[in-house]
């Protein structure tokens, strides 16, 4: 079993950075062999479904976003520590949700969809 535990949301003014962050444990040390393949980052904002918001290839680190993220967001990760990372700059009102965590055992993550799923962290984007 993989647990995903989030941080980093907050309340920034438009325009602002924040950055999150999301560390993977499990039966094994590494993401590898817990058997996850993508690792990335949804939200969602009061009255709407659930988006995929970005996404990394944990092998490779090739990475995927939602268009109205693209030059704002960027997802990274680190190996040594099962981490993954959304830096969020020039945030936008629009931005304000609530982030999940998620993991896939499969490519794909934003078409797909997760197996796994962090607890939600709140960003908040005021105009």
């Known amino acids: 079993h993989v647990q995903l535990q989030a941080c980093g949301g907050g309340l920034v003014q438009a325009g602002g950075s924040l950055r999150l962050s999301c560390a993977a444990s499990g039966r094994s040390s590494s993401i590898w062999d817990m058997g996850i393949w993508d690792m990335g980052w949804f939200r969602q904002a009061p009255g709407k479904e659930r988006e995929f918001v970005a996404g990394?290839?944990?092998?490779?680190?090739?990475?995927s976003y939602v268009d109205s993220v693209k030059g704002r967001f960027t997802i990274s990760r680190d190996n040594a520590k099962n981490m993954v990372y959304l830096q969020m700059n020039s945030l936008k009102p629009e931005d304000t949700a609530v982030y999940y965590c998620?993991?896939?055992?499969?490519?794909?993550?934003?078409?797909?969809?997760?197996?796994?799923w962090g607890q939600g962290t709140q960003v908040t984007v005021s105009s």
């Open positions: 990394i290839t944990w092998i490779t680190g090739s990475t």
């Open positions: 998620a993991a896939s055992r499969l490519s794909r993550l934003g078409a797909r969809g997760a197996h796994y």
